[in-house]
């Protein structure tokens, strides 16, 4: 017995569903690489520096992830980098769970998170505006879509674009201080 609304009237499974299985496939690629040593890794990658200053990515959450799912998202993630549980490389362990702990801060604080999630909207409308450039360029030359069309491709767009944003902003964060301190 076939649910009704299961397919659209072309045969073809709706949007909706496309979308969730999508989202899905993310999630279990995501979780792939819940090993201990891989997020330490990860955390602690070439220009973690960075890297870490979006909440969302240290957590591996989408901007709009509700709070309590953040909470679960830290503490999945902070069992598996504490330092008590990885004795072999207790240092970077330490390093990776400071990273975690401080994204869940800055999402668990409201003003914080106010703070994060301007950034985010900051992000869309910059990567809206060069989503638009490159569309018109591409119509230009016949085509009809950009591979950021693709939700899946979009929202790596917005984790690129979102993570030079708050790189941006520490950068000139650390120039201003590095001036302060030169005025003194």
Same mark, same amino acid.
Request: aromatic share 4%; charged share 40%; hydrophobic share 35%.
């Given at each position: 017995m076939?649910?009704?609304?299961?397919?659209?009237?072309? +045969?073809?499974?709706p949007?909706?569903?496309?979308?969730? @299985?999508?989202e899905?496939?993310?999630?279990?690629?995501?979780?792939s690489?819940?090993?201990?040593?891989?997020?330490?890794?990860?955390?602690?990658?070439?220009?973690?520096?960075y890297?870490?200053l979006?909440?969302?990515?240290v957590?591996?959450?989408?901007p709009?992830?509700p709070?309590?799912?953040?909470?679960?998202?830290?503490?999945?993630?902070?069992?598996?980098?504490?330092?008590?549980k990885?004795?072999?490389d207790?240092?970077?362990?330490?390093?990776?769970?400071?990273?975690?702990?401080?994204?869940?801060?800055?999402?668990?604080?409201?003003?914080?998170?106010?703070?994060?999630?301007?950034?985010?909207?900051?992000?869309?409308?910059?990567? &809206?505006m060069?989503?638009?450039?490159?569309?018109?360029v591409?119509q230009?030359? +016949?085509?009809?879509?950009?591979?950021?069309? &693709?939700?899946?491709?979009?929202?790596?767009? @917005?984790?690129?674009?979102?993570t030079?944003?708050f790189?941006?902003?520490?950068?000139?964060?650390?120039k201003?201080?590095?001036?302060?301190?030169?005025?003194?």
């Open positions: 076939a649910a009704s609304g299961a397919t659209s009237s072309t +045969g073809k499974p949007a909706a569903l496309d979308a969730f @299985l999508a899905v496939k993310a999630i279990q690629k995501r979780d690489v819940l090993t201990p040593s891989q997020q330490i890794d990860r955390l602690l990658r070439q220009g973690s520096m890297f870490n979006n909440p969302f990515e957590l591996l959450i989408d709009d992830t709070p309590e799912q953040v909470r679960k998202a830290y503490r999945k993630l902070s069992i598996l980098v504490h330092p008590d990885n004795e072999s207790k240092d970077r362990a330490q390093l990776a769970f400071e990273a975690v702990h401080k994204a869940y801060k800055m999402l668990d604080d409201e003003d914080q998170r106010a703070y994060v999630l301007e950034m985010v909207e900051d992000a869309k409308a910059k990567l &809206d060069e989503m638009e450039e490159k569309r018109k591409v230009r030359q +016949g085509k009809d879509s950009i591979e950021e069309d &693709d939700p899946e491709k979009y929202r790596q767009a @917005l984790r690129n674009t979102l030079k944003l790189a941006d902003v520490e950068m000139k964060k650390k201003l201080e590095e001036r302060d301190q030169s005025e003194r």
